[in-house]
């Protein structure tokens, strides 16, 4: 079991900075506008030899109401509840202030090891800040500058006794727990798992803001996981929530409101909606969740286009379909309107579903692993030169200047997503319609929707003729 260490303090501190040098990576946003965090942010913190789940939390605010403040603290909350070490952290140059005084008072009362943290301690200006924060009766200030890494070596040593605890107490309860083994008892071999429970799958799910990719996730995970409310624009962060679906892992990845670039003016805007299109390379499936009061904006055709050049597999979630009135009339159109806005991700899953209900949620499951199925497809030589011949056979490539062109040979080179090799005695003059239908014809044929398909065209002859196998030996 990994310690848990979780940053917390009142926004501006520096916990994000912190947090990404430990993590080694820049996966919070950071930027010198108070409260950028707003979620808990997890990652695996590494200093030497010694790992450990490091947490993220928002700015705290001592305020108790319904207001998006309020929610943000109760995240904190959650993520002070869940660690085994704590680390407070606070500006050493601006001083302890009221909100310091309060929320040290809370943690005092929180039973978990907390530890105070002097942020920015680099240069004079913060030796006042060091000797003030004694006065916040949490013994002994730890002096570090997350930005530069001065004090790390100090975290090491809180972390390394921590965990040396946590070890001991371990080993204590795996001495005194000694379960009782029935010998005559053969295991049952002939169960097999469904999924492979060690290969995990990335799910991000993206869409313009207020769409309900926050509420969704909680829903998914049973749990008020991410901060959510009727804000547009709440998720700033990407973040990556780990989740159990019939013994397999999956992480879903929430990420900020995508709008039209014209309307992004803010620097903060932009580096979360830069967040967020990364996330977009690094899944495998993308759930593109649409409003169903307002579906097929030019901004969702934008993204589903985004999501079809990054070779990802793609999901159309249809969200707040509670509010529907005329169902099937409704589904039958935008059926029709997917079909003929998104020909390049022609049969993509549309799913129609409620995150704030929990509506049709096993749908969406089950047209993940479908799709995940297409994603990953791999076709024979044989099976695919066959197909090839009959399309051919059925539809003819035109004469181009009077010369026929010949379609000699294809074989799959790669899967995610699936990408194919033609080899043609003129590749460019193969018209685009021409390699269009031979890649609709591959759709409907071996039904592999909802994935982009890539086909190359290359100049050469079939290298497993037998003229060509007597030239290369």
């Not at 806005?341 to 579903?353: D, E, F, K, M, S």
């Not at 047209?367 to 044989?382: G, H, P, Q």
């Not at 056979?393 to 026929?404: D, I």
Request: hydrophobic share 40%.
């Amino acid at each position: 079991m990994k310690l848990t260490v979780a940053i917390v303090g009142r926004p501006n501190v520096g916990k994000s900075t912190l947090f990404n040098r430990l993590v080694g990576k820049r996966l919070a946003l950071v930027d010198d506008t108070p409260g950028v965090t707003r979620d808990r942010r997890e990652g695996e913190g590494r200093i030497g030899e010694l790992t450990f789940r490091l947490v993220d939390t928002a700015g705290y605010e001592d305020v108790t109401d319904n207001s998006l403040e309020a929610r943000m603290r109760k995240q904190t909350e959650a993520a002070i509840e869940e660690a085994d070490i704590i680390f407070f952290m606070i500006d050493a140059r601006a001083g302890v202030t009221p909100l310091d005084q309060t929320f040290g008072a809370l943690l005092r009362k929180s039973n978990r090891a907390v530890h105070l943290v002097a942020n920015k301690v680099e240069g004079r200006r913060a030796d006042a800040g060091l000797l003030d924060a004694y006065s916040l009766g949490l013994g002994e200030p730890i002096g570090l500058s997350a930005e530069h890494g001065t004090g790390i070596g100090d975290l090491y040593t809180v972390l390394f006794d921590a965990a040396e605890k946590l070890a001991e107490i371990e080993t204590a309860e795996d001495i005194s727990f000694q379960p009782e083994i029935n010998v005559d008892v053969e295991p049952d071999t002939d169960i097999v798992p469904k999924w492979n429970p060690n290969r995990y799958l990335n799910v991000a799910i993206v869409g313009r803001p207020n769409a309900g990719k926050s509420t969704l996730i909680n829903r998914l995970v049973g749990a008020e996981r991410l901060l959510t409310g009727p804000e547009a624009g709440i998720t700033r962060d990407s973040i990556m929530v780990p989740w159990e679906y019939e013994g397999r892992t999956i992480n879903l990845v929430d990420t900020a409101g995508i709008r039209k670039r014209a309307r992004v003016q803010k620097k903060l805007e932009k580096l979360a909606v830069s967040d967020a299109l990364r996330s977009i390379q690094y899944a495998e499936i993308v759930v593109l969740m649409l409003d169903a009061t307002q579906p097929f904006e030019k901004q969702d055709l934008h993204l589903a286009d985004l999501v079809e050049r990054e070779g990802r597999a793609l999901v159309i979630a249809l969200n707040k379909w509670d509010l529907i009135k005329d169902k099937n009339e409704t589904l039958k159109k935008l059926r029709e309107m997917c079909e003929r806005l998104l020909p390049q991700l022609r049969g993509v899953p549309l799913i129609t579903l409620s995150g704030l209900k929990g509506q049709n949620i096993p749908n969406l499951m089950k047209a993940i692993f479908e799709i995940e199925y297409n994603w990953n497809i791999r076709l024979s030589t044989s099976r695919v030169n066959q197909w090839l011949h009959a399309k051919v056979q059925a539809h003819t490539p035109p004469a181009v200047s009077g010369r026929r062109l010949k379609l000699r040979y294809m074989t799959q080179v790669k899967s995610r997503p699936p990408t194919f090799i033609l080899f043609c005695s003129r590749p460019d003059a193969l018209p685009t319609a021409y390699v269009r239908y031979l890649v609709n014809g591959m759709r409907e044929d071996f039904d592999i929707t909802g994935t982009p398909i890539r086909m190359w065209i290359r100049a050469g002859e079939n290298p497993y003729h037998e003229k060509n196998k007597r030239k290369l030996g």
